[in-house]
């Protein structure tokens, strides 16, 4: 396809292919023992595009991806580029059955997957006509390193519009089927320029890749580091000590987290972390879901010089808002207001904008929007504006500087005798019980009342419910009409790839 641009288009291989000229030999991923050079990951790059061409898929084909945190997610990605193809990341926690929504609906050409998952999308594949392709092997399917090395070195060239999608993400499906978000070239390449002005990636920097790369944010923090120079270490299943090995023995300095680690950092003990040699970390920045403003605290105080960075955005939209360091103990419980290049709209049910000290829903105008909604022009009307301005249904409410605060989301707002309730605001002041590690608030049908305020709470180890307890604890900071009346306990909270909480999963009081 013909570019728009003036200039070289935009494209998320680039950067790969930029930095295996400039910078060679230096190290560009780390998984385990194993490791690629940049002269390595483009070659390899190389190669998987050109065995994608070999297999005669044809340019614009849609190319599906069941690829953990590993070595090779980052030349799979650069592959399909180079080869002018679109990538579907697949969940590898789907079931069967959510596994061949996405390859049919997405009307995937081939798929690339891990062996141990290749069970995930065999029945789909097979029934689609498509080839597979398994890294470490896998019975019916196509060896990938065997494609590889029989494929040619030399990258292609196609000429790919910088805003066709490098990728079709879909969401994770917390409402209804999941949507196909299409992320285009532009989007991603200056989400990742921005990242390094904002966070200094580039030569010399280690970042570590915690949040899976099948979903939107995890792939943007980890492909990143290649895009701009620096090197990526894979972090190929969460767990807070292996974490925190992998930032002590290779000198991380930069770590993308959602709310949900920070809390399972904090169960290891102030000393178990205090142990590690974390001297080169100097930047965390959290995303996905609220970061309750007592969790911030500990993380700015167990992690002292280390700059905390609280993010806001979508799938839809990318990166929306930025909460910097600077203003983390001044404005608590704010994302914090419009990341570079983006503008920000909150208006009220009519429309009407709410100025600052007002609550509505929060629209946003950035490069990094999606294209749209893959074969939904349907929803993708529905939440985009004449003007290009696009909402994921969040309410916010802006305070007097014009700091964003997420308060909850349009279809999460509990409208309880005619008055708006929003469950981040009592979900906030709950987690600062000391019996509290988080708490889910949900509306439940009332004859009375329309909707009633309910509580579902995961306790901290050894402690039982006093709901008594916890309902003076939220007289303190809430109207009595904010109060849950009913309360309940769980284990954990049910979450999707992104960390963010499923609430229509969460069981209701009884």
């Known amino acids: 396809m013909t570019?728009?641009?003036?200039?070289?288009?935009?494209?998320?291989?680039?950067?790969?292919?930029?930095?295996?000229?400039a910078t060679p030999t230096v190290l560009a991923v780390q998984d385990g023992e194993r490791s690629l050079t940049y002269r390595e990951l483009g070659e390899r790059a190389a190669r998987w595009a050109n065995a994608l061409n070999d297999l005669g898929l044809p340019p614009g084909a849609h190319v599906a991806v069941c690829v953990g945190n590993r070595l090779e997610h980052p030349e799979i990605a650069c592959?399909?580029?180079?080869?002018?193809?679109?990538?579907?990341?697949?969940?590898?926690?789907?079931?069967?059955?959510?596994?061949?929504?996405?390859?049919?609906?997405?009307?995937?050409?081939?798929?690339?997957?891990?062996?141990?998952?290749?069970?995930?999308?065999?029945d789909a594949a097979r029934d689609s006509g498509i080839p597979v392709v398994a890294l470490d092997g896998a019975e019916g399917a196509l060896a990938y390193d065997a494609l590889l090395a029989a494929a040619s070195p030399v990258a292609p060239s196609p000429v790919?519009?910088?805003?066709?999608?490098?990728?079709?993400?879909?969401?994770?499906?917390?409402?209804?089927?999941?949507?196909?978000?299409?992320?285009?070239?532009?989007?991603?390449?200056?989400?990742?320029?921005q990242a390094a002005a904002e966070w200094g990636l580039g030569n010399g920097r280690v970042s570590l890749a915690v949040a899976p790369m099948y979903h939107g944010a995890g792939f943007a923090f980890a492909y990143a580091p290649v895009f701009t120079g620096g090197t990526v270490v894979m972090l190929p299943k969460w767990s807070p000590e292996a974490m925190l090995d992998l930032?002590?023995?290779?000198?991380?300095?930069?770590?993308?987290?959602?709310?949900?680690?920070?809390?399972?950092?904090?169960?290891?003990?102030?000393?178990?972390?205090?142990?590690?040699?974390?001297?080169?970390?100097?930047?965390?920045?959290?995303?996905?879901?609220?970061?309750?403003?007592?969790?911030?605290?500990?993380?700015?105080?167990?992690?002292?010089?280390?700059?905390?960075?609280?993010?806001?955005?979508?799938?839809?939209?990318?990166?929306?808002?930025n909460l910097r360091p600077v203003d983390a103990t001044r404005k608590p419980g704010s994302v914090g207001q419009p990341w570079y290049m983006t503008e920000v709209r909150v208006v009220d049910a009519d429309g009407a904008p709410v100025g600052n000290g007002g609550t509505g829903e929060l629209y946003s105008r950035s490069p990094y929007l999606m294209r749209g909604y893959f074969k939904n022009p349907e929803a993708t009307a529905a939440c985009t504006t004449d003007d290009g301005f696009v909402t994921c249904g969040d309410l916010v409410r802006l305070d007097d500087e014009g700091y964003v605060h997420i308060v909850g989301r349009t279809k999460d707002m509990i409208v309880s005798g005619g008055v708006n309730v929003y469950p981040r605001e009592i979900e906030d002041v709950l987690a600062t019980h000391p019996d509290v590690v988080e708490a889910c608030v949900l509306g439940a049908p009332s004859e009375t009342w329309g909707e009633e305020v309910v509580a579902v709470v995961v306790l901290a180890a050894g402690r039982g419910l006093d709901a008594d307890a916890l309902v003076a604890h939220c007289r303190e900071s809430l109207a009595?009409?904010?109060?849950?009346?009913?309360?309940?306990?769980?284990?954990?909270?049910p979450r999707n790839a992104a960390g963010k909480v499923v609430k229509r999963d969460v069981p209701l009081p009884a």
Request: proline fraction near 6%; charged fraction near 15%.
């Open 247 to 321: 930032v002590e023995r290779h000198g991380v300095q930069s770590v993308f987290l959602v709310p949900a680690h920070a809390q399972m950092l904090r169960a290891l003990g102030a000393e178990a972390i205090a142990a590690r040699d974390l001297s080169r970390l100097d930047t965390l920045y959290f995303n996905a879901a609220a970061l309750p403003w007592e969790l911030k605290q500990w993380v700015m105080e167990t992690f002292p010089g280390v700059a905390v960075h609280e993010l806001y955005g979508s799938t839809e939209s990318g990166i929306i808002t």
């Open 160 to 193: 790919v519009d910088e805003s066709e999608p490098f990728c079709i993400a879909y969401t994770s499906g917390t409402t209804g089927q999941p949507k196909g978000v299409m992320i285009s070239h532009r989007s991603r390449t200056l989400t990742f320029y």
């Open 79 to 122: 592959g399909v580029a180079l080869a002018a193809m679109t990538m579907i990341p697949v969940n590898p926690r789907y079931t069967p059955a959510e596994a061949r929504f996405v390859l049919e609906h997405s009307e995937a050409r081939a798929v690339v997957v891990e062996g141990a998952l290749a069970g995930l999308v065999a």
């Open 480 to 493: 009595g009409f904010k109060i849950p009346r009913r309360w309940s306990t769980i284990g954990a909270l």
């Open 3 to 21: 570019p728009t641009a003036i200039g070289a288009p935009l494209n998320i291989a680039n950067g790969v292919l930029e930095f295996a000229r």
